[in-house]
């Protein structure tokens, strides 16, 4: 992993936020206290109730006059519209070819308590945040940005895995309570580095990292190997909870590798996945037979949203799922922090050990069961 000079002392200046109820709460007040900018970059904006209450803050920072840039993905809208309440708070149509791809999804992953349909109206709040004049926004665009982040007054980098939508507030429609985690950096020092890493690739710090995956201005897509690096340099333990989990030969040959010179495997997953369910479940079971059943496997009762790995040395969470569409085709954003103590590293282990606590140890590979032909089919979409 490459690492550059040094900086001040770190994570003094860094907050976990963990789940949406922490997260929203903090964003919104960060929103409401900006004085000159706001930047937002999204991957999904529901119209739902915390949809527009983000919405709602971010009206009244422009009203006072706060310069407002919002980048929500086209890409995203297909999720948008093929669950929960199946209403985009910005992307109000849908092309033929996103109404297909939205249909073939809730075919495909049919969720229960979900409307079957949900017409998009643009309501007042909508129209007075579209026409006002301090405030950008980037919605038609299709860049496969799957990076979460907001940057207030160039002061305050929020990021992590968390998009706006009630579900990451709570649960969602089938009753499933949703885990995520999101950061706060405060200083205009990290606020620069990260757009510095941006543009140039470039790391500013040998205590915090900040992993990518960006085409633009130059295509650099790195997640894959610094997880990998994690994960083969991992000496006594490795811990990886994961949404979404393609049983790719490169990960397969490092965990099982990693068992085999004695590290202490622990993977946690969804039980029941909103996605992918299958694929996830036909990677833990390769990875329980190929290791005779040597790594700690848990099935959280949980929606984990969470994307993070932990070794003995670095902790690394944000948008990067382990797999072949977030390592080639979409924008990722994850923070590398070293593995010391620290306010940031006692609430993740505080979170970890309670989300364990809850979840279900599976002792044997023969105890999991998927669909093959899904997970087949999983296998080209994701």
Known sequence: ?????????????????????????????TIDEAEHSVKINMFIWRDDTIGNRLAAAVLQAAKRGVKVKISVDRYGVVLEKSEEVKKSFFHKTQTLTEKIKIRSLELFYPMPNTPKKAKDESSALYEEII????????????????????????????????NVEDKENGADMQGRAYQDYMIKLYGEEYVSAF?????????????????????????????????????????????????????????????????????????????????QNDSNMKTVKKLMKLTGNK?????????????????????????????????????????????????????????????????????????????AFAAFVEGFLV
């Open 195 to 275: 757009e510095k890493k941006l543009l140039t690739g470039e790391n500013f710090s040998t205590d915090y990292l900040f992993g990518i995956n960006v085409k633009k201005p130059v295509r650099r897509f790195e997640m894959e190997k610094l997880y990998l690096d994690m994960i083969r340099e991992a000496k006594s333990k490795l811990y990886i909870t994961m949404a979404y989990f393609s049983p790719l030969k490169p990960f397969v040959k490092a965990i099982v590798a990693a068992v085999k010179r004695g590290v202490e495997v622990t993977v946690m997953v969804p039980k029941n996945a909103n996605y």
């Open 1 to 29: 992993m490459e690492q550059t000079q040094n900086t001040k002392t770190p994570y003094q200046d860094f907050t976990l936020l963990v789940d949406g109820k922490n997260a929203f709460p903090e964003i919104i007040r």
């Open 295 to 371: 790594i700690c496997l848990y099935f959280s009762p949980k929606m984990l949203h969470t994307k993070m790995i932990v070794t003995e040395d670095w902790i690394s969470f944000g948008s990067t799922n382990i797999t072949k569409k977030a390592f080639q085709q979409l924008n990722e954003l994850n923070i590398f922090l070293k593995n010391v103590d620290s306010e940031v590293k006692t609430k993740l282990m505080q979170s970890m050990q309670e989300n364990h606590a809850l979840s279900e140890k599976i002792n044997t590979y023969k105890r999991i069961k998927y669909n």
């Open 131 to 162: 026409a006002h004049p301090n405030i950008t926004i980037e919605a038609d665009e299709f860049k496969a940005d799957h990076s979460k982040y907001y940057i207030i007054d160039d002061k305050i980098l929020i990021f992590g895995g968390v």
